[in-house]
């Protein structure tokens, strides 16, 4: 059955990874399941035709058959339940690397995003400049935990699992803010993400869209 995801007609980061599709077109690629990709403008993923798929008009968005998806950690989910490669077999392992994929949405993204909204949308705030310093502490103080829990190893559970393609996906969101720099770990663990074949021919495969030349991954 053809599996279809949406994405940006033209993303906002120009084909920097950080649009959600990335991390959709990198789980099907782990799983070596070929996609078709169907590219929205912004009033389009507005209109009732997307608005029946993303109830929040957002991408990505996933069909496949008569089943359609949205919210990536959800259709991640999906992809590592429906074919091998991202989840562990064994049940309490498997139960492990589905908690790190809610805690990638659920605990680090949302301190992350502040601090995206924070630098982009509000930095001509008056009270911006006083406010960034605990947005950044928060974002910190996760990071501080995560890293600290890493520790050496190379991913968070064990074997690279969906719950690290998630992380991954989140933490590179804070590439250019510099703050991961400062927990080494989480850097090579990130760079370690963006290292995999399949993450590159995802990232390739965005970038094209963006740039209007074949992926060369
Ligand atoms: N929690 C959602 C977030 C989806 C999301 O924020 N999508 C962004 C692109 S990465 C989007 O569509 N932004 C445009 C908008 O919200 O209008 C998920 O993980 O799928």
Known sequence: MTITITAFERSPDGGKGLARDTRIRWALEEVGQPYEVRLVSFRAMKEPAHLAVHPFGQIPTYEEGELA??????IVFHIAQRHPGLLPVDANARARAIAWMFAAVNTMEPPILELGNA?????DKPWNKE?????EDRVRSRLKQLSARLGHADWLDGA???GDLMMVSVLLRLKASGILDEFPNLSAYVARGEARPAYKRA???QLAVNTGKPPTA
């Open 203 to 205: 990232f390739a495969a």
């Open 160 to 162: 690279f699992s969906a």
């Open 69 to 74: 998806l949205f919210e990536t950690g959800a």
């Open 119 to 123: 630098r982009l949308l509000e930095s």
């Open 131 to 135: 406010r960034m310093p605990l947005v």
